[in-house]
């Protein structure tokens, strides 16, 4: 089992930056993927972007491509999710996630694929 405890939310205006980071401790860090979901009140978790063990393949949702960048550092085993360009519908409590037995190269975005989840951290954005 991985500990997952998330960092970094906060109130920010439309159009800045948030910097969510994502601290494990449990499992050796490279051996596994990460995955950083977000929720809505009264809405489905969805998932925003993920990224591989080793941190040279990532994914996105296609409502962050180009505005949010995964990455992690296996040295601190803390993976982070760089928030640029923020819009009033990027509000949610987001939420980093693990998966310990990754099937692809390629960080899944199916949330029954994350096994550990942190508690979540909130990010609103102001119009």
């Known amino acids: 089992q991985v500990q997952l405890v998330e960092s970094g939310g906060g109130l920010v205006q439309a159009g800045g930056s948030l910097r969510l980071s994502c601290a494990a401790s449990g499992r050796t860090f490279d051996n596994y993927a990460m995955g950083w979901f977000r929720q809505v009140p009264g809405k489905e978790r969805e998932f925003v972007a993920g990224?591989?063990?080793?941190?040279?393949?990532?994914y996105y949702a296609d409502s962050v491509k180009g505005r949010f960048t995964i990455s992690r550092d296996n040295g601190k085993n803390t993976a982070y999710l760089q928030m640029n360009s923020l819009k009033p519908e990027d509000t949610a409590v987001y939420y980093c996630?693990?998966?310990?037995?990754?099937?692809?190269?390629?960080?899944?975005?199916?949330?029954?694929?994350?096994?550990?989840w942190g508690q979540g951290t909130q990010v609103t954005v102001s119009s």
């Open positions: 990224i591989s063990r080793g941190g040279a393949r990532t």
């Open positions: 996630a693990a998966d310990l037995f990754p099937a692809r190269v390629v960080p899944s975005p199916a949330e029954s694929e994350y096994d550990d």
